[in-house]
């Protein structure tokens, strides 16, 4: 009997172990893992990309005498960085209706632009910062500003674009691309080609502070009066050393951005600058600030401008003393009464034409006595 007892003991005794092998491994199971670390797992937000985010799967549980800690979550990635808003511009005729689609092709948030600082990308606590960049297609030619051309208004409310006419120039040059990085801000410059021979280094200052850089004629002549009214070779020949020189002083691509001196506009050469797929710029405020000689006078005349229009293109001379001394308090100045500041670029850079670079090289060759090195013929004698 004793024995009986004994054999019925050790039959239970394994079946119990037995069974607990089994529960053992079921709790082991791939499945009954990634339930108990999702039941544990705290939700994450949903981070804003266009494309769902993909959920790790965590490894599977470690015996549960040992279980394993929850896999955290990988951190998103990175969005895309938003492009330029482009404006797709084909103008044939200026002032006909814009063409379907000719409007603004993508919507980008305030801030964005990859080709240049924005907002979220200023380092300088408190600075104005960019609004927008825009991006212009420069086929065909368009035409801006609302003094002369109807056609493409692409700014918003409280918008304002800064562009400066005739330089680049000793000390106000600098002087306003101070006052712009200053407040991570960036404008467009009309340099003249003349000028720009003389100052390459302001040009290439210009160009790395990421300011965009179009062109303004060879030497600033008013292209509707003779003899350039009469002799369009002649008037192509003033935009294209222009073009020319501005390109040269850069070294590098500069904007297929054209503005006529004095606003003057003849038809024939705007269908000429479409030909060149070159963008013309008028105004939509002028500071005439050629006429004024103290900065607050500038400042005043900007503002209650812009105060009264609520936008614009507004255009400034960085040739100009007292527009250089204005930048840093209408900077100021604008950014307290709302105003936004928006970035121009181009969409592709402008082409030089072979003869025009080949007469900017002549410049410099028309004194034939010029050969000798300037050490050779110019020696401090005295003083430093």
């Known amino acids: 009997m004793r024995a009986?007892?004994?054999?019925?003991?050790?039959?239970?005794?394994?079946?119990?172990?037995?069974?607990?092998?089994?529960?053992?491994?079921?709790a082991n199971l791939p499945g009954s893992a990634v339930v108990a670390v999702q039941a544990a797992k705290p939700v994450a937000p949903l981070a804003a990309s266009p494309v769902s985010e993909k959920i790790a799967q965590p490894a599977v549980q470690a015996p549960i005498a040992a279980p394993a800690a929850a896999t955290p979550a990988p951190a998103p990635a990175p969005a895309a960085p938003a492009q330029p808003i482009r404006l797709a511009q084909n103008s044939a005729a200026p002032n006909g209706p814009a063409p379907a689609g000719a409007a603004l092709a993508t919507a980008t948030p305030p801030g964005s632009?990859?080709?240049?600082?924005?907002?979220?990308?200023?380092?300088?606590?408190?600075?104005?910062?960019?609004?927008?960049?825009?991006?212009?297609?420069?086929?065909?030619?368009?035409?801006?500003?609302?003094?002369?051309?109807?056609?493409?208004?692409?700014?918003?409310?409280?918008?304002?674009?800064?562009?400066?006419?005739?330089?680049?120039?000793?000390?106000?040059?600098?002087?306003?691309?101070?006052?712009?990085?200053?407040?991570?801000?960036?404008?467009?410059?009309?340099e003249i080609g003349e000028h720009a021979t003389w100052h390459p280094e302001i040009s290439k200052m210009v160009a790395a502070a990421g300011m965009?850089?179009?062109?303004?004629?060879?030497?600033?002549?008013d292209l509707a009066k003779n003899p350039y009214a009469s002799d369009i070779e002649q008037a192509k020949q003033e935009i294209e050393m222009?073009?020319?020189?501005?390109?040269?002083?850069?070294?590098?691509?500069i904007a297929p951005f054209f503005r006529f001196p004095d606003l003057q506009q003849p038809p024939v050469l705007l269908s000429?600058?479409?030909?060149?797929?070159?963008?013309?710029?008028?105004?939509?405020?002028?500071?005439?600030?050629?006429?004024?000689?103290?900065?607050?006078?500038?400042?005043?005349?900007?503002?209650?401008?812009?105060?009264?229009?609520?936008?614009?293109?507004?255009?400034?001379?960085?040739?100009?003393?007292?527009?250089?001394?204005?930048?840093?308090?209408?900077?100021?100045?604008?950014?307290?009464?709302?105003f936004k500041v928006v970035h121009m670029v181009p969409k592709a850079?402008?082409?030089?034409?072979?003869?025009?670079?080949?007469?900017?090289?002549t410049q410099d060759k028309l004194s034939v006595n010029n050969t000798r090195p300037e050490n050779a013929v110019v020696r401090t004698i005295s003083g430093n």
């Open 242 to 253: 222009g073009v020319s020189a501005v390109h040269a002083a850069v070294d590098g691509p």
């Open 349 to 361: 850079p402008v082409t030089t034409i072979a003869k025009y670079d080949e007469m900017l090289r």
């Open 272 to 338: 000429y600058l479409g030909e060149r797929n070159i963008a013309t710029f008028s105004t939509d405020l002028d500071s005439f600030d050629f006429k004024i000689r103290r900065p607050e006078q500038v400042i005043k005349s900007v503002m209650t401008k812009l105060e009264k229009r609520g936008k614009g293109i507004v255009l400034m001379h960085d040739f100009q003393h007292a527009t250089a001394e204005a930048m840093p308090e209408l900077l100021r100045q604008l950014k307290a009464a709302g």
């Open 113 to 190: 632009g990859a080709a240049a600082n924005s907002t979220g990308s200023c380092d300088k606590p408190g600075a104005m910062g960019l609004a927008r960049t825009v991006e212009i297609d420069t086929k065909g030619g368009p035409a801006f500003g609302f003094e002369h051309f109807k056609q493409y208004d692409f700014l918003r409310e409280h918008e304002v674009v800064l562009t400066f006419d005739d330089g680049p120039w000793p000390e106000n040059t600098p002087a306003v691309i101070k006052a712009l990085t200053d407040e991570c801000v960036k404008a467009t410059f009309f």
């Open 212 to 221: 965009t850089i179009g062109s303004h004629t060879w030497s600033h002549k």
């Open 4 to 26: 009986l007892i004994i054999v019925v003991a050790t039959l239970a005794t394994l079946g119990l172990a037995a069974f607990g092998v089994v529960a053992a491994q079921r």
